[in-house]
């Protein structure tokens, strides 16, 4: 994975928030992924658009403090390595 990758979902995925059970979910095909934590704001920032780098960048503001760089790079990787990400 590099620093210019523009991740986005992969084909017949999508995000959405569950109003009733206050959640955000990754739907597929055939499974359902209830998603924590900051899962969702970084699978939101992955529309295709945005680098790695700049996920990192929007992220690091919106959660100061926090190890954004080290976190996202690692979630990134497994949940391309699921196949969530292209």
């Known amino acids: 994975m590099t620093a210019d990758w523009r991740p986005s ?15 955000d979910l990754l739907l597929m095909p055939e499974r359902i992924v ?3 934590g900051a899962a ?11 680098t790695v780098s700049r996920i990192i960048e ?3 503001a919106e959660y100061p403090g926090a ?5 996202v790079h690692e979630f990134l990787h497994r949940v391309r390595q699921e196949g969530w990400l292209r």
């Not at 969702?40 to 945005?50: F, K, N, P, T, Y």
């Not at 190890?67 to 976190?71: G, I, N, S, Y």
């Open 34 to 36: 209830v998603l924590r």
């Open 58 to 60: 929007e992220l690091s």
């Open 67 to 71: 190890p954004v760089a080290d976190d």
């Open 40 to 50: 969702a704001a970084v699978l939101r920032l992955c529309d295709g658009s945005r």
């Open 9 to 23: 979902l992969g084909w017949a995925l999508e995000l959405r928030h569950d109003a009733v059970r206050d959640t």
